[in-house]
Structure formats: structure tokens, C-alpha cells
T-cell receptor, first 111, second 111 residues
Framework: EDQVTQSPEALRLQEGESSSLNCSYT??????LFWYRQDPGKGPEFLFT???AGEEKEKERLKATLTKKESFLHITAPKPEDSATYLC????????????FGSGTQLTVLP | SQTIHQWPATLVQPVGSPLSLECTVE??????LYWYRQAAGRGLQLLFY??????ISSEVPQNLSASRPQDRQFILSSKKLLLSDSGFYLC??????????FGQGTRLTVV
């Protein structure tokens, strides 16, 4: 069964304290892994797509990496405005049209 | 790039009343369209998706239905709302690539 698991569920960091969020997946024939940022009461905002092991993408203080079984979202020197829930998703094995999402990591960056 | 419009942003409805949530997309044609529901602190649950006008696939048996009367219009409906229908409803669009882009959501509270 296709599954996406994110950890930790919640993470509190001091401003400037770097850390990583984890997304592990079990799916046959990965056709992309997606990271989203979601602010309270808003729809998810697309951040990155990763397609193959070893691939990395960066955007400001965020860097996403991918292995054959998991993806990491590294946050370097975070700021309070990075506080949000971060979601990852993968297409189902049988259909690229359908994404299965993890439950997310709620990140809080304290000033 | 595409823009997804969802309305209303918030809605309070009594049990047993009907529901109609509308989603329209700009900036693309023939997209795949999706309705997701998100419970508090949880990931996104796919409810319906559509690959074209009049084509609806349901992922979860429930009290809701969806329709796609036009290429860039997707409607979520119910004839009689239940308390368990409360949640955050998100419309998403997939066009070209495999990543999905989301609207800003509708917070539905059934009382």
C-alpha cells in the first residue's frame, strides 16, 4: 500500500537554529515527490518537485533532498516567517493523477 | 501559471441543509481537478478528481458529490449536510506537470 509518513509531527526551533524535516515513502516506481508549505487557514503552496535519488532543490533557506526511501527538507537559519506546516506528497503507484499526502510537520520558529 | 479561485472562504451551515462549493481555474485548459478535505492536524484526503468535463471519480464513499460542468469549473455538493462533513475543503489543479496547485480553501462548519 502506498504510504507517506512525515516526522516529526511538530518542531519548535529558535531563530537561526537549523534542522531537517523527514518524509519517508513506500510507493512503487516513484514519479516525483512534492513539498508544500501550508499557512493556517490557507491552501498548500507548492515548493519543490524531486524526481530522482540524489536530486536537490533549493529556495531561500529551504533545501529539499531525495533518496530512494525518503526526502528531507533542510531549513538553514530559519526565521519566524518560516513557521508553517510542511507537507510532502507522492503520486500513487497506479496513477500520476492522484497524490497521497503525509500528515505534515508543524514548524514553529521562535524569535 | 494557473490561478485557482474557491469560494466562499468560510461557511456555516445547519445539519440537513444543502451545500455547493465552487472552484474555477484560470490560466490553463483541460486540467485535472481535485477536491480534497483536510481535518484539523491531518493530511489531505482526496475526495474526487476529474480529468475532463462530466468525468468524475470518487475516492471515498460519502455524503458528497462533485460535478464538472465546464472545463475549468469544479463543484462540490451535498443534498443534506452531516456534522461529519465539517472540515477544510481544498480545490486543486494539475496541468502539464504532476505537481498540483491549490486554491485557498473553504472552511465549512456544520452546526
Amino acid at each position: 500500500e502506498d504510504q507517506v509518513t512525515q516526522s516529526p509531527e511538530a518542531l519548535r526551533l529558535q531563530e537561526g537554529e537549523s534542522s531537517s524535516l523527514n518524509c519517508s515513502y513506500t510507493v512503487s516506481g516513484l514519479r516525483g515527490l512534492f513539498w508544500y508549505r501550508q499557512d493556517p487557514g490557507k491552501g498548500p503552496e507548492f515548493l519543490f518537485t524531486l524526481y530522482s535519488a540524489g536530486e536537490e532543490k533549493e529556495k531561500e533557506r529551504l533545501k529539499a533532498t531525495l533518496t530512494k526511501k525518503e526526502s528531507f527538507l533542510h531549513i538553514t537559519a530559519p526565521k519566524p516567517e518560516d513557521s508553517a506546516t510542511y507537507l510532502c506528497a507522492v503520486p500513487l503507484s497506479g496513477s500520476a493523477r492522484q497524490l497521497t499526502f503525509g500528515s505534515g510537520t508543524q514548524l514553529t520558529v521562535l524569535p | 501559471s494557473q490561478t485557482i479561485h474557491q469560494w466562499p472562504a468560510t461557511l456555516v451551515q445547519p445539519v440537513g441543509s444543502p451545500l455547493s462549493l465552487e472552484c474555477t481555474v484560470e490560466g490553463t485548459s483541460n486540467p485535472n481537478l481535485y477536491w480534497y478535505r483536510q481535518a484539523a492536524g491531518r493530511g489531505l484526503q482526496l475526495l474526487f478528481y476529474s480529468v475532463g468535463i462530466g468525468q468524475i471519480s470518487s475516492e471515498v464513499p460519502q455524503n458528497l458529490s462533485a460535478s464538472r460542468p465546464q472545463d475549468r469549473q469544479f463543484i462540490l455538493s451535498s443534498k443534506k449536510l452531516l456534522l461529519s462533513d465539517s472540515g477544510f475543503y481544498l480545490c486543486a489543479c494539475q496541468a502539464g506537470g504532476t505537481e498540483a496547485f491549490f486554491g485557498q480553501g473553504t472552511r465549512l462548519t456544520v452546526v
